[in-house]
Nanobody
Framework: QVQVMESGGGLVQPGGSLRLSCVVS????????IRWYRQAPGKERELVAY???????GHTESVRGRFSISRDNTRDTAYLQMNSLKPEDTAVYYC?????????????WGQGTQVTVSS
């Protein structure tokens, strides 16, 4: 059974940094596609960043240059480094796992971790 666990959220001041972690168990992590989503109150869930099994990455325009997704296959863990945080980055951040680069089904979600950017 695939399990996804996020951690690293919290309260941070504008301009600060956080690093989110996503630990995946029950799958061949090196083959997985990892995506970070976020959902702010009253808004739809949006894709923030992704990393393929081969390390190809993409970031949504609003976070480009501030956020960076990475993975460590030796630890079955993906990361989202978030710098220069803004109040509009406040959201619940979710890790989403695809088992391979070739299919969106099935996919697995973590429970989410809250990020609050406020002074």
């Amino acid at each position: 059974q695939v399990q996804v666990m996020e951690s690293g959220g919290g309260l941070v001041q504008p301009g600060g940094s956080l690093r989110l972690s996503c630990v995946v168990s029950g799958s061949v992590f090196s083959a997985n596609v990892i995506r970070w989503y976020r959902q702010a109150p009253g808004k739809e869930r949006e894709l923030v960043a992704y990393i393929s099994s081969g390390g190809r990455v993409g970031h949504t325009e609003s976070v480009r240059g501030r956020f960076s997704i990475s993975r460590d296959n030796t630890r079955d863990t993906a990361y989202l480094q978030m710098n220069s945080l803004k109040p509009e980055d406040t959201a619940v951040y979710y890790c989403n796992v695809l088992l391979s680069d070739y299919s969106d089904d099935p996919q697995y979600w973590g429970q989410g971790t809250q990020v609050t950017v406020s002074s």
